[in-house]
């Protein structure tokens, strides 16, 4: 199946500033509902997309005829007028033993390699979606890991799946996360520099997580990070702490934020994450897009300039621990 027409891919680029945003909600907030029903959810709250967090309960994607179960998502999202991204953050769809294991980092190639063909089935699975990225993050360094080496696996892991990328047309969108190898913008740009500057390598940037750990604001770093910028997570957060909370629980000013974003002109998915309050999340799906789209309204009555891309080297080298 080829991928759908979608605005947003444009080979990845930014559509021009001025053009309203467009709000998702992860399926690893709603994973006691069937894909189905959560995707008539969604629809019927109003989003223009969904985060699709490939698991055991939502898409699975080890299991038999993957091909023909995405051919009939494709079909359902279209009859739903919802977009989507592809997610690769499912806690244990590999090893029921070890949450988000095995990752690219890992001493074993073997289990290296179980990772790297997870995240080439995503991107098979993006194109035929018409997804307009694929999500990956690198996972945290081994115990007895040197820092060098971690860099080197990473790398050598991600040129596979940046190939397949590349082939189908669908950016790879790496996510800083606290914690892990690649935890800072900074850190984005030592695996962007060691690959090459690949045009199909982009970034996820969760904007709980700039308020968490990054030295710059949330829309600084949104200003910063917009050349390279491929998919948005989005929910509030404290400094220090990472814990994806609900809008209004922590200390994110979200109207600055959501302004920085629209004026780079992006125009993929802004997913909600909220992936540990599953337990309520019909409930929180339906708060979160009226506070999003209130937020982004009260930018419109008090526009901002287009604001000039940040240098790379605003943050500083290496990861924070």
């Given amino acids: 199946m080829s991928p759908r027409p979608h605005p947003a891919r444009d080979n990845g680029e930014p559509a021009s500033p001025g053009v309203p945003l467009r709000f998702g909600y992860g399926t690893n907030g709603l994973a006691d509902l069937r894909l189905d029903d959560a995707l008539a959810l969604?629809?019927?709250?109003?989003?223009?997309?969904?985060?699709?967090?490939?698991?055991?309960?939502?898409?699975?994607?080890?299991?038999?005829?993957?091909?023909?179960?995405?051919?009939?998502?494709?079909?359902?999202?279209?009859?739903?007028?919802?977009?989507?991204?592809?997610?690769?953050?499912?806690?244990?769809?590999?090893?029921?033993?070890?949450?988000?294991?095995?990752?690219?980092?890992?001493?074993?190639?073997?289990?290296?390699?179980r990772r790297v063909d997870l995240l080439i089935r995503a991107i098979r699975v993006a194109a035929d979606?018409?997804?307009?990225?694929?999500?990956?993050?690198?996972?945290?360094?081994?115990?007895?890991?040197?820092?060098?080496?971690?860099?080197d696996r990473l790398a050598e892991a991600l040129t596979p799946v940046l190939d397949a990328a590349t082939t189908v047309g669908v950016p790879l969108a790496v996510e800083p996360e606290p914690g892990h190898l690649l935890a800072t913008l900074a850190d984005f740009h030592r695996l962007r520099r060691t690959?090459?500057?690949?045009?199909?390598?982009?970034?996820?940037?969760d904007i709980g997580h700039c308020q968490c750990l990054e030295p710059l604001s949330p829309a600084d770093c949104i200003r910063a990070a917009a050349p390279w910028l491929r998919h948005v997570q989005i929910e509030d957060m404290r400094r220090g702490i990472h814990e994806h909370l609900p809008f209004g629980d922590g200390e994110i000013d979200f109207p600055p934020v959501l302004a920085a974003l629209a004026a780079t002109g992006y125009q993929g998915l802004t997913v909600v994450e909220l992936p540990r309050h599953s337990h309520a999340g019909p409930h929180f799906a339906g708060l979160s897009l009226p506070f999003l789209r209130s937020a982004e309204a009260t930018t419109l009555r008090s526009p901002v300039p287009v604001p000039s891309h940040g240098d790379p080297s605003a943050t500083p080298e290496g990861s924070t621990p």
């Fill in 195 to 205: 690959l090459g500057d690949a045009d199909h390598l982009g970034l996820t940037l």
């Fill in 129 to 151: 979606l018409g997804a307009h990225a694929v999500h990956c993050f690198s996972g945290i360094t081994p115990g007895g890991t040197d820092p060098d080496t971690a860099w």
């Fill in 42 to 113: 969604l629809a019927d709250l109003g989003y223009d997309g969904v985060g699709l967090t490939l698991d055991h309960m939502h898409l699975d994607p080890l299991a038999p005829d993957l091909a023909a179960r995405t051919r009939r998502l494709a079909q359902r999202l279209d009859t739903l007028g919802l977009d989507v991204t592809v997610e690769t953050g499912a806690r244990y769809v590999l090893d029921p033993r070890r949450k988000h294991g095995p990752s690219l980092l890992d001493p074993d190639p073997d289990d290296r390699a």
